[in-house]
């Protein structure tokens, strides 16, 4: 249980385009998302927090209008990367808590999008 | 702000050996957890802890949540290639919606 599933797991687009990758919780119910990007040989970092039914909540520093995030149901968080720029090239990773595990945090496997 | 520190940065061991590496908190943690990353994925949850002092295996793996809630270690005995990748032990933070904040890891090699 408690498995977490990305969507794509990597993706190549030409600069200027949008890229929209999935989150999903198979089976359990997520109020709550997480997304993250890691460089390559460096830690993850937290972007936003996605809350079914209501605005996602971004860190210092992350643009909320180039990274639009969507958590329209209970198993699926949505990140749209916006007229995707080379330097938006990063590994992206969402992760979610929930079910019978409380306390406990599941990634999925993470998407690659590189951008040319 | 709350500052967490993972040792070492790396380790370089012959398949067989034992491991151990730590992480410290200068705040008090209410939950640990220990994260194995392998190249190209996402982390993958290795073992949780809920409460001071609390030592819990899982196979070969063996953490322990340190008495003061401020430090963690985590050991792999008997290591074998595949226990190759990065090592996390994220703060916690945000209440009930678990919000992660990653530190920079151990790297751990494993030679045949």
């Known amino acids: 249980g408690a498995v977490v599933s990305q969507h794509p797991s990597w993706v190549i687009c030409k600069s200027g385009t949008s890229v929209k990758i999935e989150c999903r919780s198979l089976d359990f119910q997520a109020t709550t998302m997480f997304w993250y990007r890691q460089f390559p040989k460096q830690s993850l970092m937290l972007m936003a927090t996605?809350?079914?039914?209501?605005?996602?909540?971004?860190e210092q520093g992350v643009e909320k209008d180039k990274f639009l995030i969507n958590h329209a149901s209970l198993t699926l968080s949505t990140l749209t990367v916006t007229s995707a720029h080379p330097e938006d090239s990063s590994f992206y990773i969402c992760?979610?808590?929930?079910?019978?595990?409380?306390?406990?945090?599941?990634f999925g496997e993470g998407s690659r999008l590189t951008v040319l | 702000g709350q500052q967490l520190n993972q040792s070492p940065q790396s380790m370089f061991i012959q398949e067989g050996e034992d491991v151990s590496m730590n992480c410290t908190s200068s705040?008090?943690?209410?939950?640990w957890l220990w994260y194995k990353q392998d190249p190209g994925e996402g982390p993958v949850l290795l073992i949780a802890l809920y409460k001071a002092g609390e030592l819990t295996s899982n196979g070969r793996l063996t953490a322990q949540f340190g008495i003061t809630r401020k430090d963690s270690f985590l050991n792999i005995s008997a290591s074998i290639p595949s226990d190759v990748g990065i090592y996390f032990c994220p703060s916690r933070s945000g209440g009930s919606n678990y919000k992660l904040t990653f530190g920079k890891g151990t790297l751990l090699t494993v030679n045949p």
């Open positions: 992760s979610a808590s929930g079910g019978s595990r409380t306390g406990e945090l599941f």
């Open positions: 705040s008090i943690f209410n939950t």
């Open positions: 996605s809350n079914e039914g209501s605005k996602a909540t971004y």
